[in-house]
């Protein structure tokens, strides 16, 4: 075989689009698997649609996930310039060269003709006016400066074939297939024909793309052709849906990996869930790195229906890797959520991520697992109640006086010193421990579930906050 060499050819068009970036990651583990090569191009044609910022958001995405490229516009190569703008006079010399075999024309119809040719369905399609157009003709418009593009010349009989790594065999009649555009009015290429010549001139051995593009693949092949150039393997994907009619759209904003980021999951685990929709790996493994993927990735896992997209499954993922970062890179990665945080500057905030890295499955829960700690109100008498460990106000109210005569006496003020104050109090008030943990749980933070017990509250607190607390606490129940 061939050395295999696959490429990620997005439009700078807005934030990465999950589908796009499950697309990106195709190509590099088929890729990496063969010890080939995995490019970057930027297909930036569509002129008005292009955003500012758009391609360093695809560099920043690509580096995030790490996914690299070999070849691309940073990286640079043999097969450049890797951005298409760039490469306008390497079109327009192929298109110029379709023309003179036959496998293209010069189109100068207006937009009023082509809308002319509308079905009562609104639908176009372009009826080869200027396909017999003189050279002479030709050569008096294109003098006069009358604005033109380049059609491709369809055949309109026989049947278009060829065989993709995931459909199958495909079979498209010809009359089907429309005179389409290859250089547009501005000197451009369309994207229809700028992918071919760059897929054969960077060598590309696989062509990995959504299979919205099942049906221009025999436009692709005609073009191969007409030049007598091989055609590429295909491997087209099936679509990423919202839900069980409705697709993921990054034109209506939908799943942005930018998004997620700062909603706090991780890139490793957003990688790790889009690996899974649309392939199914052998066995009930779900959680792979980006080794063990590319050691496990097939073709042959490729789905041939569609996959919805469900945060819930992707969240739950993304906690398990929390879970499993070392505790110094939680916190780094956790700081900016802190900082979001009504705690901010007033509590520690790595005795706050030893609590709760195992309690959430994103980042941004940070601050809604913490606030509570901040705004303090004594709790009512019956938030007390408690039938497991028979506690009522009465309890509470004991509790918390004999708690705080305890607690006044720690000078050592931590955690492992305030449990021991807790087991004492209980034992001198002959009472049940959980009991003691209980009270003063409520009465340190008003509330009835924290992520940490009265001792790691305490301990978060301070001694002059703790007592000053469950003072107002006790004066709440007399």
Known sequence: MNRVRTRFAPSPTGFMHIGNLRTALYCYLFAKQNNGD?????????????????????????????????????????FGPYVQTERKDIYMKYALELVEKGAAYYCFCDKERLDSLATENG???????????????????????DKWVIRQNMPTEGVSEFDDLVFGHVSIPNN?????????????????????????????????????YLSSTPKYNLLYDAFGWEHPQYVHLT?????????????????????????????????????????SPKGEEEKFSMEELIEKFSISGLSHSSSIFDEAKMKWLNGEYIKELPFEKFMELATPFFEKSKI????????????????????????????????????EGEMYFNKKFKIDSEVAKK???????????????????????????????????????????????????????SPEMADILGKEESLNRLKLSLEKLK
């Not at 391609?55 to 490229?69: M, V, W």
């Not at 176009?124 to 003098?143: G, Q, T, V």
């Not at 000078?411 to 021991?420: I, K, T």
């Open 239 to 279: 679509p990423i849906m919202k839900d069980a009619t409705r697709k993921l759209s990054k034109r209506h904003g939908d799943a942005n990996f930018n998004d997620f980021t700062e909603k706090g999951y991780l890139p490793e685990a957003i990688i790790n869930y889009i690996s899974l929709l649309g392939w």
């Open 344 to 379: 901010k500057g007033k509590y520690s905030y790595e005795k706050f991520g030893k609590l709760i890295q195992t309690r959430i499955e994103i980042l941004s829960e940070i601050p809604e697992k913490v606030d509570f700690l901040a705004e303090f109100t004594p709790a």
């Open 38 to 78: 995995f490019i970057l191009r930027i297909e930036d044609t569509d002129v008005e649609r292009t955003v500012d910022g758009a391609i360093d958001i695809i560099y920043k995405t690509l580096n995030e996930s790490k996914i690299y490229a070999d070849e691309g516009p940073l990286q640079g190569g043999n």
């Open 176 to 212: 089907e297939l429309e005179d389409q555009i290859l250089i547009k009015s501005d000197g451009l290429p369309t994207y229809n024909f700028a992918n071919v010549i760059d897929d054969h001139l960077m060598q590309i051995s696989h062509v990995m793309r959504g299979n919205e």
């Open 123 to 145: 639908i176009k399609r372009y009826d080869k006016h200027c396909l017999h157009l003189s050279k002479e003709e030709i050569n008096e418009r294109l003098a006069r400066g």
């Open 399 to 453: 509790v918390l006086e004999k708690s705080i005569t305890v607690l006044e006496n720690v000078s050592d003020w931590n955690e492992e010193n305030l449990h021991a104050a807790i087991v004492k109090t209980a034992e001198e008030m002959e009472l049940k421990s959980g009991v003691v943990y209980t009270v003063l749980r409520i009465g340190l933070t008003g509330v009835m579930v924290t992520p940490g017990g």
